[in-house]
């Protein structure tokens, strides 16, 4: 018999399969992957302001208060302000790096994480010497202006 002679047809071969659009399967890996990075975003860039707000915020306004309570006595707002600057400086940086720290140390260190050197030179003696006496020789209202940049130049946290 011959083949030419037989009723079949030509074979049509099927639609090459296209790469798009692709399956369900990429649509949804793609939605995950869009979703984990979203949420990372959110992790990460929530960490500073979180907290910021659960530690240089109430600094900022214990500063406020102190500022407002204490504006006609200079000698309890230096020592208020002394000890608001330790209170800080313990939950920024650590107890273990600055608890031990007193006299031109403390400046230091006061003046390292405010890079300039404010504290060492203009507050050296109000903040160490000023809180023991009964009459101040500082100006405590600029003490608090530095106070409140150097509450503000705490980003994040060293602990």
Do not use: C
């Not at 240089?56 to 306004?61: I, N, S, W």
């Not at 507050?123 to 106070?147: C, H, K, M, N």
Request: aromatic fraction near 10%; hydrophobic fraction near 45%.
């Amino acid at each position: 018999m011959n083949p030419e002679e037989l009723p079949l047809r030509d074979i049509h071969l099927p639609v090459e399969i296209s790469v798009w659009p692709p399956a369900f399967g990429w649509w949804l890996l793609l939605a995950l992957i869009i979703l984990l990075l979203v949420a990372a975003f959110k992790w990460w860039s929530g960490r500073t302001p979180v907290y910021r707000k659960q530690v240089v915020q109430p600094a900022l306004r214990e500063l406020q208060r102190i500022e407002t309570d204490y504006a006609n006595d200079p000698n309890e707002m230096i020592r208020q302000l002394s000890i608001l600057l330790r209170r800080s400086a313990i939950s920024f940086h650590g107890r273990h790096r600055v608890a031990g720290l007193t006299g031109m140390d403390w400046l230091t260190f006061l003046d390292d994480k405010q890079h300039g050197q404010v504290f060492s030179t203009r507050f050296a003696d109000i903040l160490t010497q000023q809180p023991y006496r009964e009459q101040v020789q500082g100006d405590a209202a600029s003490l608090v202006t530095v106070v409140r940049d150097w509450l503000q130049q705490q980003e994040t946290p060293d602990v």
